[in-house]
């Protein structure tokens, strides 16, 4: 059976919208543009091949689908741009084999502009066919939560937004077949500002809740405490809570390069994100002393090396900066995560315990740095010399909390 859909881009944002699809019977071809990495597990792979989903082998297979969606990564250049060198290689690829009638949605993470200045004219080039006209254009903005058990695709609802009404509503009629509830921009624009609403409103929350940590530590305020107080008000507020740092593919975009449109208070919570990890070592180094011990020399456990619980992601795990800087002030680094069976740090192997409870113990010092649901913290915390906790899960009393 010919797949009806193609899903350009198989990582933390295509492969969820490729699972969808085929839960919902759509044939679809999922097409690699790089060496993504996506979550399936054997059997689910086995589960989706036979359900209709089949593995992009030729560009030829992208001229044969109704539906085509690019989901490939957008990450952040050295200046802080945007690097928008995947979308370009995805848009000439499907350019080339573009028909008319199709429906191509982008849904990666882009500045507002970049569907009708960016990848519109790639595709009206590549194939001599006029979107709006000959086509269908629009961006949706990607809603991935891994390992969200209450949300996913089902009962997420889409926001698109088409280059003209015709186009919106035909990347309205396809997500219709995925989830419960479409909800229509007034255009591309917008549906891309949704995007970068709804990213930076996480990450300057998170650099707020951050810098109250550091606050609290400071004046001897519990802030776990604080937090489980305020949220009890029904209105006005929304619980986040601190931790090492802020990872994943969702980057906080500042518009760097498009003065005067850039969002200083984006740029700042960046900063104060970005020094998360720094705080980190700088709280263990300071337990350390006042244990009797240096850095220098010190067996430290890290638990946990994702940028999530409970999935195997590692993009932007701050986990990485910490074990950096604990090597460099001397520490004999470890870690432990049920998800990473190997780990590097400046290109060298990172020892991984195989015995949880052992290595706590012989640990100087013990950093929870995620949360994983398989971590039994209250047995932890009594097996620990010292155990940092920078997530605020271990019972009140049983360690030192960020």
Request: proline share 8%; with cysteine.
């Amino acid at each position: 059976m010919p797949a009806d859909l193609a899903v350009i881009g198989l990582g933390q944002l295509g492969l969820p919208l490729a699972q969808a699809a085929v839960a919902a019977g759509i044939p679809t071809l999922g097409y690699r543009t790089g060496p993504e990495r996506g979550s399936l597990t054997p059997a689910e792979l086995r589960r989706m091949l036979a359900s209709g989903f089949k593995p992009g082998t030729s560009p030829a297979e992208l001229g044969r689908v109704r539906t085509a969606v690019i989901c490939v990564p957008v990450p952040m250049g050295a200046d802080g741009a945007q690097d928008l060198t995947q979308v370009e290689e995805a848009a000439r690829v499907l350019a080339a084999r573009l028909r008319p009638h199709t429906t191509v949605i982008l849904e990666s993470p882009v500045h507002p502009g970049t569907t009708e200045e960016f990848l519109r004219p790639l595709l009206e080039e590549g194939s001599g066919l006029r979107a709006g006209r000959d086509f269908h254009l629009a961006y949706s903005p990607a809603r991935v939560d891994p390992g969200n058990r209450d949300f996913g695709p089902a009962n997420i609802p889409k926001v698109i937004g088409g280059v003209t009404p015709a186009c919106t509503e035909s990347a309205a009629a396809f997500y219709g077949r995925l989830t419960d509830k479409v909800v229509r921009a007034r255009g591309p624009r917008e549906a891309e500002t949704v995007q970068l609403l709804e990213t930076n409103y996480r990450h300057v929350n998170i650099a707020l809740v951050n810098e109250m940590a550091v606050l609290c530590h400071d004046l001897g305020v519990d802030l776990w405490d604080v937090i489980r107080c305020a949220e009890t008000k029904p209105f006005g507020f929304q619980a986040f809570r601190p931790g090492p740092g802020v990872g994943g593919h969702a980057l906080a975009q500042d518009l760097s390069g498009q003065a005067p449109h850039s969002l200083r208070m984006v740029e700042l919570a960046q900063r104060v994100n970005h020094r998360m990890p720094q705080y980190v070592v700088q709280r263990a180094a300071t337990l350390l002393n006042e244990h009797g011990k240096s850095a220098r020399g010190a067996r430290v456990l890290l638990l946990g090396v994702t940028y999530k619980p409970d999935v195997p992601d590692q993009q932007g795990t701050p986990a990485e900066e910490i074990a950096r800087r604990l090597l460099q002030l001397g520490a004999h680094v470890s870690y432990h995560d049920p998800y990473v069976p190997a780990w590097s740090v400046l290109d060298r192997p990172v020892p991984r315990a195989d015995s949880l409870y052992e290595a706590t113990a012989d640990a100087d010092l013990t950093i929870l740095l995620q949360h994983h649901r398989t971590y039994d913290l209250q047995g932890l915390s009594v097996k620990a010399q010292l155990l940092l906790d920078t997530r605020g899960a271990t019972p009140t009393g049983a360690a030192h909390r960020l």
